[in-house]
């Protein structure tokens, strides 16, 4: 896999669990925790992205 197939891949996760908390974050009986850790791999994401996008 290439640097920038990876890269790709991963703005595609991150996109995906973007909605999955946008969802989450407006449906009332969502627990806050999972939302807390979805938004944590989210940011775990983005900073991989940035360290690749650096390289």
């Known amino acids: 896999m290439t640097i920038v197939s990876h890269l ?3 703005r ?3 996109q995906t669990l973007s ?3 946008e ?3 407006r ?3 969502m627990d ?3 939302i807390a850790e ?3 791999q989210k940011l775990r994401l983005k900073e ?3 360290r690749l996008s650096q390289s």
């Open 8 to 10: 790709q891949e991963l």
């Open 12 to 14: 595609r996760k991150h």
């Open 19 to 21: 909605e999955k908390v």
């Open 23 to 25: 969802q989450a974050q």
């Open 27 to 29: 449906n009332p009986a």
């Open 32 to 34: 806050g925790l999972q």
């Open 38 to 40: 979805m938004k944590k």
């Open 48 to 50: 991989e992205i940035q």
